[in-house]
């Protein structure tokens, strides 16, 4: 069976970790995200998959290849240009005419399959999903799942009635304007009879374009309300939420990698730690190769990824450190994500420690550095209060 991974976005509101990592290479403890989506589509039998790319497509390429070791087909759809110097420069061409470019090139998608956005983690019976749709003779079904409804402002609201038609769609809502509680997951099921309403060598989208255009023609446009763990990666906080629910094991697919070596305490290859001279609550994952001194403190959920070095009297209170980074001694990191050069924080605030001259704070553990930090940084450090970092 056939799927499309949607993996040409820029992931502007993830930044900066999408400035050098596509978004479905963003790791949840280790493992690119889309990494997952391929495993659950394995599962399911859907084997042949087509993904587009754009956006540091080259990256998305040379990790999973043609799939074969993650026991799928997979082909690439580029969108975009090459230049002169051969530089690949990214035009995407949205959702919906990323599936139509695909199409025009030779006819793929013959018989019903699944697109899912690539920077999601989901734990969903797809088998009893595409079922479903095929009972109601849908042209497209949309997945969907019911949040509080405290927080439907934050997405896109699916309105359908007792049958499941879908009726319209809110964008957004206010809690007191929203008509129901049943979100957009960016999960679909599709016919190939859709490709004949999205126009060729155009920018499309599937959730702003061809679905109103479904609800005006009232094509039988479906959507499924199914319970199910979905953590979406569209901002820096929904990051921090993965990493943290993955932690706490509420991600049925994803497993903590590495070795268990204490009570919600996991380690990669050949840490270097003094285990009865730090101070070490879970949950906590801590990539390989990573050096903690004596006197650090640590308290999770917290992940800190590989080639780290934590200094003697710093503190990591629930927050994510990406590869190489080293905080400095007696650094307080609570609530923070450390990658390269920034740091931001849970509401995705970006400090960078280079520009504001922190940098000594957080460097790349690669460097040399100076053991103490000199007068003036500790007076600067003294009066910023280094908890703010």
């Given at each position: 069976?056939?799927?499309?991974?949607?993996?040409?976005?820029?992931?502007t509101r993830?930044?900066?970790i999408t400035?050098?990592?596509?978004?479905?290479?963003?790791p949840?403890?280790?493992?690119?995200?889309?990494e997952?989506?391929?495993?659950l589509?394995?599962?399911?039998?859907?084997?042949?998959?087509?993904v587009?790319?754009?956006?540091?497509?080259?990256?998305?390429?040379?990790?999973?290849?043609d799939?074969q070791?993650?026991?799928?087909?997979?082909?690439?759809?580029?969108e975009?240009?090459?230049e002169?110097?051969?530089?690949?420069?990214?035009?995407a061409v949205?959702?919906?005419?990323?599936?139509k470019?695909i199409?025009?090139?030779?006819?793929?998608f013959?018989?019903?399959?699944?697109?899912?956005?690539g920077d999601?983690?989901?734990?969903?019976?797809?088998?009893?999903?595409?079922?479903?749709?095929?009972?109601?003779?849908a042209?497209a079904?949309?997945?969907?799942?019911?949040?509080?409804k405290?927080e439907?402002?934050?997405?896109?609201?699916?309105?359908?009635?007792?049958?499941?038609r879908?009726?319209?769609?809110?964008?957004k809502?206010?809690?007191e304007e929203?008509?129901s509680?049943d979100?957009n997951?960016?999960?679909?099921?599709?016919?190939?009879?859709?490709?004949?309403y999205i126009?060729?060598?155009?920018?499309?989208?599937?959730?702003?374009?061809?679905?109103?255009k479904?609800?005006?023609?009232?094509?039988?446009?479906y959507?499924?309300?199914?319970?199910?763990?979905?953590?979406d990666?569209?901002?820096?906080p929904d990051?921090?939420?993965?990493?943290r629910s993955?932690?706490a094991?509420?991600v049925?697919n994803?497993?903590?990698?590495?070795n268990?070596v204490?009570?919600?305490i996991?380690?990669?290859?050949?840490?270097a730690?003094?285990?009865?001279?730090?101070d070490?609550?879970g949950?906590?994952y801590?990539?390989?190769?990573?050096?903690?001194?004596?006197g650090?403190?640590?308290?999770g959920?917290?992940?800190?990824?590989?080639?780290?070095?934590?200094?003697?009297g710093?503190?990591?209170d629930?927050?994510v450190i990406?590869?190489?980074s080293?905080?400095?001694?007696?650094?307080?990191?609570?609530?923070?994500?450390?990658?390269?050069?920034?740091?931001?924080?849970?509401?995705g605030a970006?400090i960078?420690v280079?520009?504001?001259a922190?940098?000594?704070?957080i460097?790349?553990?690669?460097q040399?550095?100076?053991?103490?930090?000199?007068a003036?940084?500790?007076?600067?450090?003294?009066?910023?209060?280094?908890?703010g970092v």
């Amino acid at each position: 069976m056939k799927a499309m991974i949607l993996a040409a976005g820029k992931g502007t509101r993830v930044r900066p970790i999408t400035y050098t990592i596509p978004k479905p290479l963003i790791p949840i403890l280790q493992k690119p995200v889309m990494e997952f989506l391929l495993e659950l589509l394995r599962q399911h039998g859907f084997d042949q998959v087509m993904v587009n790319v754009s956006h540091l497509a080259n990256e998305i390429e040379s990790y999973f290849r043609d799939g074969q070791r993650f026991g799928v087909e997979i082909a690439y759809s580029f969108e975009g240009r090459i230049e002169e110097n051969g530089e690949l420069v990214g035009e995407a061409v949205g959702s919906a005419g990323g599936m139509k470019r695909i199409q025009d090139f030779h006819p793929f998608f013959d018989d019903t399959f699944v697109v899912l956005c690539g920077d999601a983690l989901i734990d969903l019976d797809l088998t009893a999903a595409v079922k479903w749709h095929k009972e109601k003779g849908a042209i497209a079904t949309v997945v969907m799942k019911s949040v509080p409804k405290e927080e439907v402002p934050s997405y896109g609201v699916v309105v359908t009635d007792e049958t499941g038609r879908i009726k319209a769609f809110q964008e957004k809502p206010k809690v007191e304007e929203a008509l129901s509680t049943d979100i957009n997951t960016g999960i679909y099921i599709f016919e190939p009879e859709i490709l004949d309403y999205i126009p060729s060598g155009v920018e499309y989208d599937i959730g702003g374009q061809l679905f109103p255009k479904l609800v005006e023609m009232n094509a039988p446009f479906y959507g499924i309300s199914m319970d199910f763990q979905w953590v979406d990666i569209g901002k820096v906080p929904d990051y921090w939420r993965a990493i943290r629910s993955v932690l706490a094991g509420e991600v049925k697919n994803v497993e903590i990698p590495g070795n268990q070596v204490a009570p919600g305490i996991y380690t990669g290859l050949n840490v270097a730690v003094n285990w009865d001279k730090v101070d070490i609550t879970g949950p906590v994952y801590i990539g390989a190769m990573t050096r903690i001194e004596d006197g650090a403190k640590i308290v999770g959920p917290t992940m800190i990824g590989p080639n780290c070095w934590i200094c003697s009297g710093a503190t990591v209170d629930n927050s994510v450190i990406f590869e190489y980074s080293r905080l400095g001694p007696g650094v307080r990191l609570i609530d923070k994500l450390v990658f390269g050069r920034y740091c931001v924080d849970k509401t995705g605030a970006t400090i960078d420690v280079q520009a504001a001259a922190l940098d000594w704070l957080i460097t790349d553990s690669r460097q040399v550095i100076p053991a103490e930090p000199t007068a003036a940084r500790q007076a600067i450090a003294d009066l910023l209060g280094t908890e703010g970092v």
